[in-house]
């Protein structure tokens, strides 16, 4: 791997983490696990990364059934080695962007936002996948720096077809979204095409949800689930929860 591409990693995820080092994480493994199997659509590994300290903590053996690498082969520098390099340069770039957004948030929002975006990556016997990568703060400060976060990479190989890399920032706890981000841009919202409600419903669609579940999610009747259904289709010109699913993962919704 070149030595500029894991410089400018170091110093994108030191940046993010103010240059710090974190204390001791106290963390229930379980909880996280339990969350992954509700937004989960197929194959995954997940681990908790420390920017400042670069460093990758508690992984998960599930790193060797989707990437083929052992634990202790799964290092930033392999991980970095193995991203498409057609993909490399755009994947820094979205990191830039991130640590960016992170860093002008007010400190109490740290928490309150996911990001993701997908790119291909080598596994060690050959084969190319595209993952999708999600990550959120599990650990900040009171100046907000950015000390742990937890990774989640989801294979999405057999989901989306097209090459383009879409970065997005999702808002959790009424924050707002900001969908297929242009790295200039670092945070500029567009105009969804489902209101916040479909898109509330959509999110809950794709976790393969019904509609009474749904209902009781939302406090709202299993008719105005419906009709957000049917409305969801219509705009996104789709007709099952699968093709829900490739749409929002090309647009970055998910």
Known sequence: MNKHTLQKATDIWKEIGQHKTPQELHIEMDIYKKILNLFQVGDYCYFIFSPPQMKMEYQNESITKLLGYTMEEFTLEK???AIHPDDLVTYLDFEAAITDFWGNLPTEKVFRYKTRYDFRIRCKDGQIKRLLQQVAVIQSDEEGAVLRTFVIFTDITDLKQSNKMVLSIIGLEG?????DILPAEKGTSQKSLLTKREMEVFRLLVDECQTT????ILSISPHTVSTHRKRIFKKTQTSSV???LKFGLEKGWV
């Open 79 to 81: 991980f970095l080695e």
């Open 175 to 179: 924050e707002p979204s900001y969908f």
């Open 213 to 216: 579940e749904i209902a009781d």
């Open 242 to 244: 699968l093709q829900l």
